[in-house]
Structures are given as structure tokens and as C-alpha cells.
């Protein structure tokens, strides 16, 4: 028997023949930009999280920069968020005019240390943006708590959340804003794509207006047949509309959201069971059980493992197996680094990071793939 020892990649996406189908129906439907596929995926998706309102955008980070715009957020603001995660988070706090503040990471699920949120709360602040990471929920009682208190409202990203929960509710059910994406390595795509999802309608209809330049009608009240053809712009806006093709893919893929993330679960429990006695070498925790949407699998490398972080994505690699790094904390990039924090601030994050990698986890992996990266491991660390 020929033995398979082709490159596994860190992250795929699965896209069958009837996502294909769904796209190219579209494509010769009429409708291209934003029309009635767009409108049945913003009704799905709200079905699937039971949230009152989806906007679907052409990214999760176009749904993160509008939402501080809707608030109203810009020059003399503090937002408070998370070291770990992607920059598109800081981006859309500093391209709205408003200044990051790092609060540091908890050490185990890596999701922002809500006990050290309260005392960055100033006067300028006006959101708080937790990142459900890698899927894990965070403590979001106590985030929804300080932020009652403070009257800061939290925005949500959960670029990695799409079937996550939270004590029986899906992540999105009923937050006042939260922000999915649909990037290709996601737990399910549109190629690029993202909803924002709102329990206040009010905010919720002005991130779609902004969606669409500020204009108070959108192209399916414009040129269907009940439409016409007057418009107003009402406030400057952006163009971060999903088109209809994107939405066709994203039904299917909605569709197969629940089978995709049991098969991300399997995977992880098998790894964790393969990997317990290794030494130096630390697995995600298990406690979030059917909670956690497994967008990543995290594990770290510590000081007495056999080889360091960088050493083993080294060997991975001559194994012909992708592995990948989230975050490289915030404040140690170049463009952030006028942010003010030094190299050793937020020591958790920097510590964290040193030690992380994610291995390759997605449901199109077969058994023999996943059995591959558990010997490699298991080679390289023992
Ligand atoms: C992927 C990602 C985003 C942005 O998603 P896009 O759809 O690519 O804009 C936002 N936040 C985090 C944490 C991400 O990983």
C-alpha cells in the first residue's frame, strides 16, 4: 500500500459540489450584488443563533468597523479589547479615530481577563471588544455585568464562534452586537464574508445603511419589481455589502455548520486523548464541552519540552504537516507600537505566545491525516 505523505495543510475549507451548484444557480438567477439569496441567508442565520437581527457584510472586520461607527465612537474614545487576536480588531478601533487599550489574557482559555477589564474603564470609554478565541466563550455574565454597570456596551467578536454557546444559547442569541466571519479558514464560508448580529434593531438597520453608502434603500428595493428607482443618502457610508453569490454559498454551508463543528470536536477530544503524557506539551481543556465551536486547537510548547515552539513548527514542517501561530499579541507589531505598551507589558499574552501553535484541525481532514499529526507530535516530542 502506498503510504500518503502529502502535505497537510493547517487549515481547508470543504466545499462540496452543491456549494458549487448554489453559486452558479446564482450567477445565472440575474442577481449578483446584494439580493434575495443575501435576504434568505440574513433570515437563516438569525434562525440558527435566535438573534433578532443579521446584517450579512463583505467581512467580519467591515461588521466591526461599522459598529463602532453606528456608536457613534471616533477621535478622544477608549475602546478596551484583547492582546490576542487578529489585527483587524485594533484596526477597527483606530481607523474609527478612537484609541486601543490592551487588557491583558487569562492564562488557561486565553480569552480576555475579565477581572482586570474594570480597572481600565475610564470616562473615554465606549466599548468593550471581547474575542471569543478559538471558539472558547468568554466569561461573558461578568463582561455584560461591568459593562451594565459602566454603561459600556460589549461588541462581541466572534470571528471563531459560529456554533459556539454560551449557558444554552448560541453566541449572538442575544447580544447587543456581535461580529462573524466567513474567511475561508472559518468554521464555515462564504469566501470572504461576515454577519453582524444585533438584538437592537435600530443598530442593527444602521449598520446595514452605512453598509450600502448611508442610502436608505437597498439594490433588491431598487430594482425588483415593487421598487423604485428614488433614493436618499442619509449619512456618508462604506460599501461592505455581501453579494448574492456569497449568500448562496454560505445557505449550504449554514447547512452543514452543526456536522462540520462535531467533526472539529471529534478531532480535538481524539488529539487531547493522544496527547496527555507528553512532556512539556500543554492541550486545550475539554470543559466547554459542546459550548465550544473548536475554530482552533491551540497547544503549547513549554521550557522542558524536548525541542522549543519555533524548533517544533520547524519539524512539523519536514513531516510535510502546516501548523499556524494566533495570535502574535497586538503590541508587539510595528504599527501598534505607538499604542505604548512595551515589549514585556501584558505578560500573559507575551508568555502565551511564545509557547503556542495551532495544529491543523478541520472537518475535511481524514482519519489518516489526523493520525499522521499525532505521530508526528509524538515523534518530535518524545
Ligand atoms: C478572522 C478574524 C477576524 C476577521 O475576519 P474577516 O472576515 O477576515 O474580516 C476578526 N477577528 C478575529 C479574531 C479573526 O480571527
Redesign the pocket.
Known amino acids: 500500500m502506498q503510504i500518503d505523505n502529502s502535505f497537510i495543510p493547517f487549515a481547508l475549507p470543504d466545499i462540496g459540489r452543491d456549494e458549487v451548484a448554489a453559486v452558479t444557480e446564482t450567477m445565472f438567477s440575474g442577481w449578483l450584488t446584494s439580493g434575495p439569496k443575501v435576504r434568505e441567508f440574513e433570515s437563516k442565520i438569525e434562525k440558527y443563533l435566535g438573534c433578532k437581527r443579521a446584517v450579512a457584510l463583505s ?6 468597523h461599522l459598529v463602532l461607527e453606528a456608536m457613534n465612537i471616533g477621535e478622544g474614545d477608549e475602546v478596551i479589547t484583547t492582546p490576542i ?2 489585527a ?2 485594533v484596526n477597527s478601533i483606530i481607523n474609527c479615530g478612537a484609541k486601543p487599550i490592551l487588557v491583558d489574557v487569562e492564562p488557561n482559555s486565553i480569552n480576555i481577563d475579565y477581572k482586570k477589564i474594570e480597572k481600565e474603564i475610564t470616562s473615554k470609554t465606549k466599548a468593550i471588544i471581547p ?1 471569543h ?1 478559538a471558539g472558547a466563550p468568554v466569561a461573558l455574565d461578568e463582561i455584560n455585568a461591568l459593562g451594565k454597570k459602566h454603561s459600556v456596551p460589549i461588541v462581541e ?1 466572534a ?2 464562534a459560529m456554533g459556539s454557546s454560551y449557558k444554552g444559547k448560541k453566541i449572538g442569541a442575544d447580544s447587543y452586537a456581535a ?1 462573524f ?3 475561508p ?2 468554521n464555515m464560508t462564504t469566501g ?3 454577519s453582524f448580529v444585533s438584538n437592537n434593531p435600530e443598530l442593527a438597520e444602521r449598520v446595514r445603511r452605512l453598509s450600502i453608502h448611508g442610502m436608505d434603500k437597498d439594490a433588491l428595493n431598487r430594482y425588483s419589481s415593487t421598487g423604485s428607482w428614488f433614493y436618499d443618502i442619509k449619512e456618508p457610508g462604506w460599501k461592505y455589502n455581501m453579494t448574492d453569490t456569497q449568500a448562496a454559498m454560505g445557505l449550504v454551508q449554514l447547512e452543514k455548520l452543526d456536522g462540520f463543528n462535531n467533526r472539529r470536536r471529534k478531532i480535538a477530544e481524539f488529539y487531547n486523548s493522544e496527547f496527555k503524557d507528553i512532556k512539556g506539551f500543554s492541550t486545550p481543556s475539554l470543559e466547554y464541552g459542546m459550548d465550544h465551536s473548536w ?1 482552533l486547537y491551540v497547544v503549547r510548547i513549554q521550557d522542558n519540552a524536548k525541542v522549543n515552539r519555533d524548533q517544533f513548527i520547524s519539524a512539523l514542517k519536514e513531516l510535510n504537516i502546516g501548523s499556524s501561530v ?2 502574535i499579541p497586538i503590541h508587539l507589531h510595528s504599527a501598534f507600537s505607538q499604542l505604548g505598551y512595551s515589549r514585556t507589558d501584558l505578560p500573559e499574552s507575551v508568555n502565551y505566545f511564545n509557547e503556542a501553535v495551532s495544529l491543523p484541525l478541520y472537518p475535511k481532514m481524514t482519519d489518516d491525516q489526523v493520525a499522521r499529526v499525532v505521530s508526528a507530535v509524538k515523534r518530535i516530542l518524545s
Not at 59 to 64: D, E, S
Open positions: 467581512n467580519c472586520t467591515a461588521a466591526l487576536t487578529f483587524c480588531t474575542v478565541f467578536d470571528a471563531h461580529c466571519s466567513y474567511y479558514t472559518k470572504e464574508g461576515g475554530h494566533h495570535f
